[in-house]
Each structure stands twice: as C-alpha cells, then as structure tokens.
C-alpha cells in the first residue's frame, strides 16, 4: 500500500468536512467493479489498471479491517472518501471506534457520522504534514520571559516609584526598568506567575490530549512588547479529537488547570499589596482602570485589599490570568469554549456561537469596550469562523461526568468574566461655587474690616484653586490694602486644594487709610480659577480653565 501515492482518492480530513455536498461515484461492494474517479485524474505515465487495481485492494484491505468491529453492508467510494455503511453495537462503540482509528493510524483517519438513521463510516488519508521543531517552542518561551520580565520590570519601578513617593518624572525611568534588581524584581513578582498561569493552561490541554491519545505540539508562547510583554500561548492538535469525551476534556482542561494556578497567584498578590501597602495616585482622567470580575470581588472579601492602595505586579499577573481564563471560555468557534459547547450541544453550536458574537457586540456598545469584539474577529479569521468540526466519533453521548466538567467550565466563565474588563477612568464632575458673607460693607477711615469667603467644591473629586483678590484702580496708591488669609498666611494669592463634596474658608482683610473722607468707596474683586478636563469634538480629553469672582463694595461711614 503506497501511502504517499498522490493520486490515491482520498483527501484530508478538513476537506472531507467542508464538502457536505459532494459527488459520490457508488458501487456495491459485492460488484467487483472498480470506483471511476473523475476524468483525467491519471496522468499518461501512470498505468490505469494497475492503478485500478490498487485502489480495489486498499478498499478490500480497509473493509477487513473496519469488519473487525463493525459490520459493513455497502461501501461508496468518492475521490476524496470511502464511506462505509456500518451496523454498531451502541454499548460497544466507543470502544470499538477507538480501537480501529488506533488500527488505522497512521494512514488513515476514520469520521463517524449518522445520516437517516444510518450510520456512514468515511476513511480519508491522514495529510503528510512537517511539524515545527520544538526548538521552535524553545525559542519563543526564551524570548517570551525576556519580554514579560521587561514588562514586569517596568511594572516594578512604577510601583517602587509611587512606592518612595517620586514620580516618573524625578527617576531615570529606561535605566532603572533594565536595571539588574528591578529585572529581577519583574521576573518573581510578574513574568513567573504570569508564564506560571499560561503555560499550566497550556501544559492541561497537551497533558489531556496525549491521555486521549490525541498528537499535540507542546506550548508555542508568544511574546509581545510591555505592558503584558506576551499575547498568551498556544498549542497545535496534530489530529483530530476522536470523540466528544476527548472533545469536552480537552477544552476544559486548560482552563481549569489555569485557573487552579491563578486563584492562588492572585491571593498572594493580595497579601504583598497589602504588605507593600503603596498609596495610589488618584488616576489622571483617561486613565485606564482594571475591573474587578466576580472571583476577584469574592477573594476580595476572603482576603480584604486595603483602601486606596496600588495593586502589585503579582495582583494584576492574577487578574491577567483570570482575563485569559474568561477570553478562553467564550463559546465561539474552536476556543476553549467552542470546544466544550459543541461537545454538549452538537451542531446546536452554531446558532450558540452567532448568539456570543451578537451578545459581544451588544456588550461593546452598552460598556463601550470592543474587545471582546476584536477577539471574536481573531477567532472568525483565522480560527476558521464560528463553525467547529465535529469529533471523528460524533455519536457516541458524553457520560454524566462529562456533563459535569461542562457545567464547572460554565461557573468558571461566569465567575472570571466581565464585560468590560478594562475601561477608561470617567471623567469626574467638577464645581466650585464662592460665597460670602456680604455683598457690601462700612468701614471707618484708618481701619480694617474682615469677612469670610466660603469655596465649597461641588464636585466628586479633589481639586486645586488659585485665588486672587484685588482692589479698583488707584485704591492702593490711595493706601487701600486687601489680603486673603488662609490657615494663618495672609496673601493677595491663594492655591490650596479643596477635597470633593467640602469646603475651605478664606478670610479677607479690608483696610482703608486714614486718609479716607466718607463717601470714599472701593470695590474689592476676588477671583478664583480651577482646572477640568473635557473631551473635545475629536474625543481628546483636554485641560480647560473655569474661573469665578465675588465682588464686595466697601463705602466709608
């Protein structure tokens, strides 16, 4: 039997599945008469009987091994396929399937399938195919920590920042990221517990497929610049999944094996957050925030996280983990998810697939996060769509255990997902509003009058103010004096911060000279200014000046 005869009719599997409507050139098997491929599928050089010939002992050869576990009743050949019509023993079948597609290896790739209540039994070459060198694998894992623990580092020296009460601004940011402590601050406190969390999601898949008896290629990391420094990892199945017990461990293995890495990674980020106990800097408008999904906010009240204070690199390497955990369970196409939904629902899958896209683009406009969307299109171009093939063994129901596993998967996406993980800080409200005591007053010549000016900050957020007070034009050549006092500082300028919903008392001193006659008046303008940010007509998020002013006419008696 010549495996690598091109011109033997049979093609790969993924072929086989993507041409439901194909010609098939029938024949009974006990008519000794060879199939009749289409024409000019010979070349000259090729003998046509001897071909012929060949074909008719490969398909004898093939109906005795299959007739070891099922019995065939008609064959149906096409150039692409051999469809065995086959009798089965349910409570065997699985066992039975098993046992040829191990008999069968490595030439051929049996599909079992049902059509009208008859059960069809397709054989397809298994495709020759040259697989990547685990050096490859090798080499990307290198490049992969080094990248993380860049990104790691840099997430370091921010927080050791903030840490020592600096800013970016007061530090060689480029020559402490690559200095050799915070390298290797980024390595432990991020890049290991990150790569710890991928590569066990990864190593779940590889370990339950070579259990299954299923090739796998071991994980392919993929590096990335900061502030993640990798897109994650994955694995190549070598073959198809022969059933859907195989189908639904599969999936579900990854995920569970990460998330049974990342529920403890994310608790002792918790606990160093707590220790380092770094006070967070209020978050600059369009700043990017990091929510919380369910698992988080339950560990949160497990382990409670101090108020106010900055995550650890080793906290967010968790919240990395369980996003991934989330983006991997979605069910749609041939992600974790997809595999786990259409081992339970079959060629339901489909409809539950359109339904995750149509549900992803509805979240993306109520929370204005896309994505989930841009995943969706990832997995739609080159995941080969929302379709998924089914299991060679499509027939065989999976075991109550199964179901199991599948509704476990189900409480870990719903626990780890959020439907807009990463969203942009709000822009806060701002408001001052400036008000006195009086609107005019009386003073004597030669003496002072005070009064107080309340700023009460209408706004939910702290916020600075510049104040000023002056006098109309020649009072003060004239021996007019005013100050604003301010915690016992008397100043013609003020800046202090009010905090949000409070307010802050300013005292202003009148003085009129001795000089003064009555009927002599002044007017005494105290101006305010304070800072927003806004969004313009382009979506930029710019910093614009309000200001505001309390006008006090002052008459001498």
Known sequence: MEQDNPYVPLLPYDYIMSQPDRDIYSYQYDQHVPPQPPSGTYPPQVDRAAEEARIQQEIEDLKRNISRFFSVYEVQVAHDAIAFYVRINQ?????????????????????????????????TRRPKVKYKSSRVNAILLVITIITTTIAGSSLWVSYHTVMQGKSVDDINALAEVFSAESLALGALFFSLPLLLILGTHELGHYFMAKRHGVAASLPFFIP???????????????????????????????????????????????ILTNSYNVVAEPGAPGDMMLLYPLILIGLGGLFPLSDNVLAHPTFFAGWVGILVTALNLLPAGQLDGGHIVRALFGEKTRYISGATVIAMLFLGFIFNYYGYVILIIIVMVLGGGLRHPPPLNDITALDRRRVMVGVLALIIFIVSFHPAPIQE??????????????????????ESFEFNLTVINIGDVDNDVFMNVTL???????????TLTYNLTDQTELNFTVVEEDFETVVVVVSSPVTAMPGDNATVTVNMRWYIYVRNDFGEIVKQMRRTSEVIEVRVE
Do not use: C, Q
């Open 224 to 270: 990335m610049a900061p502030p993640l420094g990798t897109l994650g990892a994955v694995i190549s199945m070598r073959e198809p999944i022969p059933d859907k017990k195989a189908l639904i461990d599969i999936g579900a293995a990854g995920p569970i094996a990460g998330m049974v890495i990342a529920i403890p990674v994310t608790i002792i980020g918790i």
């Open 472 to 482: 109309d034009e020649n009072k003060t050549i004239e021996g007019w004096n005013v």
């Open 425 to 446: 800080a709000p822009l806060p409200s701002y408001g001052f509003i400036l008000d006195s005591e009086i609107s005019d007053i009386n003073i004597t010549s030669g």
């Open 91 to 123: 409570d065997m079948l699985e066992d039975d399937f098993e046992n040829l597609r191990n008999l069968l290896k490595p030439d051929y790739i049996p599909v079992l399938t049902e059509d009208s209540g008859e059960h069809i039994l397709y054989v």
